[in-house]
């Protein structure tokens, strides 16, 4: 199978890199679709040798779409783990975001009017440590409460941990692919 032949397989199968990344048995399906309409079963059963050499020679495009695929999932992997570092962390808040932005009419001097809008509200730090109640497990009564460090906290700071070693893990082409 040529080089050509190969790409236009693939480009059939929609595995291009940037595509959709695909399932195991979504990819599974697409291959065994080119492989139904390029050796329908009749065809199959009809020429088992001839078959057979395609078969092979297929082979090097098989390897190819799943290498495709796989280049797509750590590209969607790497975007979502942006995505994630973009948003601020909760320990630490946001700060407003101002802009002074005209309002379209003039003063007396004949100069525009402006006008300060927020366009980022701030949102305050997430507490470090929350009270949590202690329960009497005889009786289901709170007896009193106790500080501890904030799971939610926690949470952010290991979804943060998680998707900075997805981003130190992804091969320098794909991060190419995605930075152009």
Do not use: H
């Not at 009497?136 to 009193?144: C, W």
């Amino acid at each position: 199978m040529t080089e050509a032949e190969i790409e236009a397989l693939l480009a059939d199968a929609g595995l291009f890199p940037g595509a959709s990344p695909l399932t195991k048995q979504q990819l599974t399906d697409r291959i065994m679709a080119i492989l139904d309409r390029d050796w329908p079963l009749a065809k199959r059963e009809a020429s088992p040798a001839d078959y057979a050499a395609w078969r092979d020679a297929a082979e090097p495009a098989r390897l190819r779409a799943v290498e495709a695929n796989l280049f797509n999932l750590r590209l969607a992997a790497y975007r979502q783990a942006l995505a994630r570092l973009a948003q601020y962390p909760l320990a630490e808040g946001r700060a407003e975001v101002v802009e002074t932005v005209a309002t379209g009419a003039l003063d007396d001097d004949g100069d525009p009017m402006l006008e300060t809008v927020i366009v980022q509200a701030a949102i305050p730090p997430v507490p470090a440590q929350v009270a949590r109640a202690l329960v009497d497990p005889l009786t289901g009564e709170q007896t009193g409460s106790e500080t501890v460090p904030n799971p939610v906290l926690a949470a952010d700071e290991a979804e943060r941990m998680a998707a900075q070693a997805v981003i130190d893990a992804t091969p320098e082409a794909v991060v190419a692919f995605a930075k152009a």
